[in-house]
């Protein structure tokens, strides 16, 4: 047998598919951070956590390097600053907007000692910054990512900007955040979701032209 007949089509996943992947993959993440808390002091961690999360232990490190990685992902997409994929990335209006409403929550939150262990104005700040990392996740990918992956970061980036806003209309309700900084806030995160919206329209079109409706 010839080692062209090992070789099998890959699968093109869609959106869909990669969501539930990505699902998966946070719910392991969870079970592996609680596996590591429970047995931190353990001698026999890494033996204990790879038999409870179904792993072959002879291939416990590779596993574990592989729910870390997703785990940085989870908080911030990490690149190299000299990275040409990031480098184009940096210099996207969607990237520059992601920085101002950073600088922006940052000093507002610095401006009141109130907010700064506020749950709802560490709400916001957090999932103002995890919008930015599925941005950066979707966007920095190289040209042959897979086009159901990066939609399913943007429906992650989506959603976080969506929760940033949930947090800062409950922040108004609560007397945190004047109308004034209200407004501010919606615009810069508005801008930013408007933008990953029009990218998911963009790649579901570039997904229907390549793959059709099915």
């Known amino acids: 047998m010839s080692d062209d007949d090992n070789i099998f089509p890959e699968e093109i996943w869609d959106e869909y598919q990669w969501e539930r992947f990505l699902q998966e993959q ?3 993440t969870e079970k592996y951070f609680g596996l590591l808390e429970k047995y931190v002091d353990h001698p ?4 204990l956590i790879a038999r409870e999360m179904g792993w072959d232990f002879c291939q416990d490190d590779r596993e574990m390097d592989e729910i870390a990685e997703l785990v ?3 908080e911030m997409v990490e690149m190299e600053e000299d990275g040409g994929e990031f ?4 210099r996207s209006p969607i990237y520059k907007d992601t920085l101002r409403l950073h600088r922006w929550i940052n000093n507002w939150i ?4 109130r907010l700064r262990d506020h749950p709802e104005a ?3 700040a957090t999932r103002s910054a995890v919008c930015g990392a599925k941005l950066a996740a979707a966007l920095c990918g190289e040209e042959s990512t897979e086009i159901g992956m990066t ?4 429906k992650r980036a989506l959603k976080a900007a969506n929760d940033a806003l949930d947090a800062a209309a409950r922040l108004v309700e609560a007397g945190l955040l004047d109308k004034r900084r209200a407004n501010t806030a919606r615009r810069h995160v ?3 979701r408007n933008r990953v919206v029009d990218f998911m329209s963009d790649y579901r079109a570039e997904w229907r032209k390549r793959y059709g409706d099915s």
Do not use: K, W
């Open 72 to 74: 940085c992902e989870e």
């Open 190 to 192: 508005f801008r930013i």
């Open 151 to 154: 939609i399913a970061y943007l």
């Open 122 to 124: 560490v709400r916001f």
């Open 44 to 47: 026999n961690r890494d033996e």
């Open 26 to 28: 946070d719910r392991n």
């Open 87 to 90: 480098e184009a990335f940096s």
């Open 110 to 113: 610095e401006s009141d000692e």
